[in-house]
């Protein structure tokens, strides 16, 4: 029987964050093709090379790498002003976009009068707001399922002003019924009619990149051999079924994500790469069970720069949360782990992990997802510090002995290795474990992708 070549999935097992852009970019030299598969730009992955900052919403990760082909999916939902503006930070050529950056013409476009109808919601909603990005991603996917939506394909068509027209206007009148008016809204920084007439110019650029069936694309480049990593973005713990609901994303951020936001069967799937940080971060609303308060919270934040690359809202921030991310670890199928900011816990005296639940008085193993009781309460187990800097560690055996303690208790709660520690935001940054299985899927030392 001849052997099936698959592609990899790296997603994040926390409520995103992650750090899921960087370590895609350091994968990428062992890859021919970097493919999204959901969301939108409510992501912000987040990369730092050469003294240089990078923030992308919706174009993957693997685009700093000449040679690489990469693919947004029809899984994800498209902005074009916001890809625009990509865009003009990357400043490529417009003959190396079209050798390296492809989009799916089923992918379903996200309308100004979208994040009209967000803001709307969310502001509906009061105390009980989700913490949307406002980015009109909810509205999109709901306009997808409802059978209503725009796709990149259809601005082909003649009639597509015409169509466009129409969504708009329900959308306004949507959006009045909810008590809320045109002019009360701004679109980073700019008035509905200022950024339609920007958005309008960006699908103009988003048209001349190269349009391609995602499902077929991606299976005939693994029919060929080429070595495939599917990109996710937000996290496991936001996913709209299996997360914290409803405080979660309009999509499915799991591996069965990648399935259906590329059109790849489940049996193409090879590796996954479960992305998490040394500590735990949420932004919006929510179950926080491990959420840490004053000075440490404090800590954490500063140390980790922890504030949205999407809306600039500070992230909550907390200790690792064991059994989330044994559950996470387990609705994905993770093979492999990769282990985040470590280096913000640097200056730690003590290290809180969370291994369990109390609920008046009673054990309890799962992670919350619903809004969860107010009773419940972490069960923490608490471990030394390392109080030292990382930067002279050139490999994962030269960490301080307590780093590695922390790294040996993590793998034997959720029976799965870390092979990856990032010990800072550059791309050097980045430690491989000696005679790790990462290793031999990518073939780091011998086989680069060509």
Known sequence: MVEVNKADVLLGLQWGDEGKGKIVDVLTPHYKMVARFQGGPNAGHTLVFEGKKYILHTIPSGIFHRGCVNLVGNGVVLDPFIINNE??????????????????????????????????????????????????????????????G?????????????????????????????????????????????YEDAWFQGLE????LPRVQSEVFVNEALDKGARVLAEGAQGT?????????????????????????????PTRIGEVFGVFKAYCTRVGSGPFPTEAV????????????????????????????LPALRYAVMINGATRLIMTKVDVLNRM????????????????????????????????????????SLENAETFEQLPQALLNYVAMIEDFVNVPVDIISTGPDRQQTLIRKGAGILKRLAVINEPQK
């Open 150 to 194: 725009l796709r990149l394909a259809d601005t082909a068509s003649v009639t597509f002003r015409e169509k466009y027209n129409a969504l708009k206007e329900e959308h306004l009148r949507l959006a009045g019924d909810l008590g809320y008016a045109l002019d009360e809204l701004t679109l980073d920084g700019l008035s509905f009619p200022e």
């Open 205 to 208: 650029r988003l048209k001349a």
């Open 349 to 388: 005296e003590t290290i809180k992990v969370c291994v369990a639940y109390d609920l008046n008085g009673e054990t309890q193993t799962l992670p919350p997802l619903s809004s969860g009781p107010d009773n419940l309460r972490p069960v923490y187990r608490e471990l030394p510090g390392w109080q030292c």
């Open 294 to 321: 004053d000075e440490e919270a404090t800590h954490l934040r500063e140390q980790g720069n922890e504030y949205g690359s999407t809306t600039g809202r500070p992230r909550r921030c907390g200790w690792l949360d």
């Open 87 to 148: 865009l003009d930070q990357l400043n490529l050529p417009l003959d190396v976009l079209k050798e390296s950056l492809f989009v799916c013409g089923k992918a379903h476009l996200i309308l100004p009068s979208h994040r009209l109808l967000d803001a709307a919601f969310e502001k509906k909603k009061g105390k009980g707001k989700i913490g949307s990005t406002l980015k009109g991603i909810g509205p999109a996917y709901t306009d997808k399922v409802a059978r209503t």
């Open 237 to 265: 713990l936001l996913d709209i079924d299996f997360g914290s609901y409803p405080y979660v994303t309009s999509s499915n951020t799991i591996t069965a994500g990648a399935c259906i936001g590329l059109g790849v069967a």
